[in-house]
């Protein structure tokens, strides 16, 4: 279990991660089909936009193709038809706007904790060693680990090598953050505390995130906007709107009546996908 | 209960059968130990030794040197493309079947008697088990690193620089340990085949001659050289990864 202080970063170091904080990339979905085999469809004109910024939900039950979706994102899949697009340009995995943080961590286990975060720095080789350094150390501050830069991802709780593997992403500055279910793995007190934290993150660093969960309570706590997906072969069931206050913090936030109304809704609709299935 | 290890034993207990059974026989049959030692000396002393030990460990060095870069490719290409994998695979599994000192006497047509003919032995024996290793360590690497690789922007070569090297750096190890024995034993066989000088050769002309102690001088020295190797090098090199690789 984790246990650790959560330090918060001074302001200085932020602005040193992020130069320009141009903030969020608008990202669009249009029109998207996709089928593995060419007969049978898993999603059909899916249509899917981000405002600059924005914090979509992506939820839904197990089996809606949350994980093709989020390779059809990352453009690790092409789809068969239809366009995605980040800022106007067509999405593939190497893009140096998108980040992605996986359901298990995937930190390089050859590599310590610093050079993990340094990894991606090092791929596009712009900056001089120094310089790299100091970017991740100042990224691995954000996420409260600047203390464990010279252990190996071993030595880490689950909940330490997930904050990892998002100052790995998070020190390209990625103005888009995909994240696959990125807390599922975790216990109940190291993921309720880091979803607070990403979501402090997210306030200063002002990226646009999608977030796929199957979780009702998490995404309602983290969203600006729910998405339910609904069982494949389809596209998006509906949508709502996420209109509680922000910050957001843990305690206070669930036990507004609004965050219990608005979980009630989703898990209605969730029933009512399963059971039409 | 603490488990008694009786490693340390092992040597003193050989040389204690050996000079046992030496006593039973005579002595152009089976000299004993220090009989052999005294012939090391010898050997030693005229410089006959370091001649023929620096002629078998040069052959050595340019057919491993060799092999592993033959492995590397190979491995790399089986690894990266389905479709070399399938085609190769057949000729591995024959190549392997072979017992490479049968390559010796074309080797020889070839290349004629010298350094070459002994050399190419030594690479095909290293070569094929090599590469499988090679890439069967390629192929274990674990799809979800590869994929945060592309994501944080790495292309084909640093994929291959930054990630399926150091990922497979316990099968590579594991692939050079193995090749270095092949080779070496390879070596042997094929001094003994062909050569003028050499280990095996030393081994195979005391075999002619009559001189067994000649015979278990060479012996030894190929088993220990075998030994040394694999215990001050190879394993040194595994210890360095160690720490991640049992995580």
Redesign the interface.
Known sequence: MDCEILTSPSDSRIGALSGDRSGGAAFQVDGVDFSYDGTHPVFRSLALTARPGEFVALLGPSGCGKTTLLNLL?G?LPPSSGRITIDGETVT??M?A???V?Q?P??????DVLDNVR??L???GRLRDAEQRDKAMAALALVGLEAAAGK???QLSGGMQQRV?LA??LV?EPRLLLMDEPFAALDAITRATLNEELLRLCGRLGQTVLFITHDVEEAVFLADRVVLLDIAPAGIHSELAIDLPRPRRLRETRRLERFTTLTDTLLERISAIVAAA | MQTRLYGWAAFPALLLVWSVAAWNLPPYVLPQPWAVAAEAVRWLDSGQLAAHVGASLLREAGGFAVAVLGALALGLAGALSQGFRAFSAPLTGLFMAIPPIAWAPLSMIFFGLGYVAITMVIVVAALFPMAVTVQEGFLAIRNGNLRAARVLGARRWQLIRYVYLPASLPFLTAALRIGFSQAWRALVAAEMLGASQGIGWMVAMGGQIGNATQVLLGVAIIGMTAWITESLVFRRIERRYRHWHLA
């Open positions: 990352s690790f995995p190497e140096p998108l980040g992605y996986f298990s995937q930190l390089f286990p050859w590599l990894f991606g090092r791929m596009t190996f991802p071993h593997a790995r992403v390209l």
